[in-house]
């Protein structure tokens, strides 16, 4: 684990200050002048959060959710992987990511957002990517999503393993990377990446305070399972969670009929587990906002013998639930991530895996009142 007894926004006195979390209605981009559409709208609405919630305490933090500058194109129309790289992904830095650093500028805030971009040294394979920007406009910080949606498209670090490892070697800055800034300790943990504790567990081992998890489609969220994931993130690991999720969805970019399909419930959640904000009304453009008492939560940390859990992990007996495999690395070492019907098969592999090592039961054949043998 990094040493950040010294780091950035840790020596500090950190005043409580105001984040939000960002609501935008988004528009499925199909080229990628059709981003600056979605960045048009993204302007307007931090202009008016700002103002409303500027009154309170300063706005230092905002956070965009997954899909609010390309929408989930590649997702809905089953694109072909390189198709989606020549046409849509976007590069970091780019016009787009200049666009929101601008933002950051002029609002002197820091601001999370969220791209599927290439990568230099994959040609050919976009990865979904949470960046940071500082006040000053500069991007400071990547994550490369590490878990992905039955229909998402994107390469993760565990599809290419070996060359991941080889790059940036085994190390949590390697998949858990953490900024460490003014306002705290920034980690991103991206939508389907919130339904494993694993991923925000090591953003905490790698210091983070604040774990931003942006986006959860519907029905997911109207039946609570998103809320409960996000709280839960942030007990097990005593952390803020900031987690916005989209307005309503244009599937076009010229789309005149809006889909409600995230529900929206953008919150904010202390260490503690409470919400702080929940913007419940799905399917407008709005935020959640909430003061972050960055100093208050290492306080806690400190001083409590209860809700600060990970100072009781005995880590030598939680390595034995990993010992084996699951689902395989290196997939995409030698080709892009395939279309839905094929990716369905992996993820069936994985599920008959679980079975013959007797971890699942197979389901009782209807009518023979005994299970089929492993």
């Given at each position: ?47 008016a959060a700002v103002w409303l919630c ?172 998103w809320e409960v994931q996000n709280r ?143």
């Amino acid at each position: 684990m990094n040493d950040l007894s010294n780091a950035p926004g840790r020596s500090g006195y950190i005043k409580p200050y105001m984040a939000l979390a960002l609501q935008p209605q988004m528009r499925g981009a199909h080229r990628r002048e059709d981003i600056m559409l979605n960045i048009e709208h993204i302007t307007e609405l931090m202009h008016a959060a700002v103002w409303l919630c500027g009154i309170d305490l300063p706005v230092r933090l905002m956070a965009l959710p997954e899909g609010a500058l390309q929408g989930f194109t590649d997702e809905i129309f089953d694109w072909d992987h390189e198709e989606y790289v020549d046409k849509l992904a976007m590069d970091l830095p780019g016009p787009e990511s200049r666009a929101l650093g601008a933002l950051a500028r002029e609002f002197k805030a820091w601001i999370i957002a969220q791209a599927k971009v290439t990568h230099p040294e994959f040609p050919k394979r976009f990865f979904n990517c949470g960046f940071i920007f500082g006040p000053d406009g500069e991007i400071i910080h990547k994550h490369y999503k590490l878990q992905v949606f039955a229909r998402e498209h994107s390469t993760v670090p565990h599809d290419v393993w070996d060359q991941w490892t080889q790059l940036y070697g085994t190390g949590l800055d390697a998949f858990y990377p953490v900024a460490q800034t003014d306002i705290g300790n920034i980690g991103i943990n991206i939508c389907m990446e919130g339904s494993f504790p694993e991923t925000s567990r090591g953003l905490a081992m790698n210091g983070a305070e604040i774990i931003y998890r942006p986006s959860y489609p519907e029905p997911y969220v109207a039946n609570g399972i998103w809320e409960v994931q996000n709280r839960a993130r942030a007990i097990d690991n005593t952390c803020f969670v900031i987690a916005p999720n989209p307005g309503s969805y244009l599937t076009l970019p010229d789309g005149k009929y809006p889909i409600d399909a995230f529900g929206g419930n953008s919150m904010i959640v202390d260490y503690q587990g409470r919400v702080v904000s929940n913007h419940k009304a799905g399917g407008n453009s709005s935020w959640a906002g909430g003061v972050l008492d960055v100093e208050a939560l290492r306080e806690y940390r400190a001083e409590s013998l209860w809700g600060n859990w990970m100072k009781d992990l005995r880590t030598e007996q939680y390595r034995l639930i990993y010992d084996e495999p699951i689902y395989p690395k290196n997939v995409y070492l030698d080709h892009g991530p395939v279309k839905h019907a094929d990716k369905d098969r992996l993820f069936r592999e994985s599920v008959e895996r679980l079975q013959q090592r007797g971890i699942w039961r197979r389901p009782t054949p209807v009518g023979t009142g005994t299970p089929e043998k492993v």
